[in-house]
């Protein structure tokens, strides 16, 4: 199993139009089918620590069943027009991609 987190701050964050058309984008993104799991969800409100980034401003976070379902996801259709058409929105995007030890 694969886990592909991706972490976007918008270049404007307190923009409504950006926003919804980047959620729009995101909820694209869940329909492509090698996708095992997924959500998009937004910073916590929880207790400031160091430790702990609130930075963001949209967190995705989906699962495969392998890298090779992930490597598909990557240059799908979907995926691709989500990059072109919602691209120019965020200033900064953070990937982590981790598979499972247990």
């Given amino acids: 199993m694969l886990t592909h987190q991706v972490y976007f701050w918008l270049k404007d964050p307190k923009s409504s139009e950006a926003r919804t058309k980047l959620l729009k984008g995101l909820h694209?993104?869940?329909?492509?089918?090698?996708?095992?799991?997924?959500?998009?969800?937004?910073?916590?409100?929880?207790?400031?620590?160091?430790?702990?980034?609130?930075?963001?401003?949209?967190?995705?976070?989906?699962?495969?069943?392998?890298?090779?379902d992930h490597e598909i996801y990557q240059t799908h259709p979907v995926h691709l027009k989500f990059v072109e058409e919602c691209g120019s929105l965020w200033e900064k995007v953070q990937v982590y991609d981790y598979s499972r030890t247990d």
């Fill in 28 to 68: 694209s993104l869940l329909t492509i089918e090698n996708i095992s799991s997924g959500h998009i969800g937004t910073p916590a409100v929880t207790a400031a620590r160091d430790v702990v980034d609130h930075s963001f401003t949209f967190a995705y976070y989906t699962t495969f069943d392998s890298v090779k």
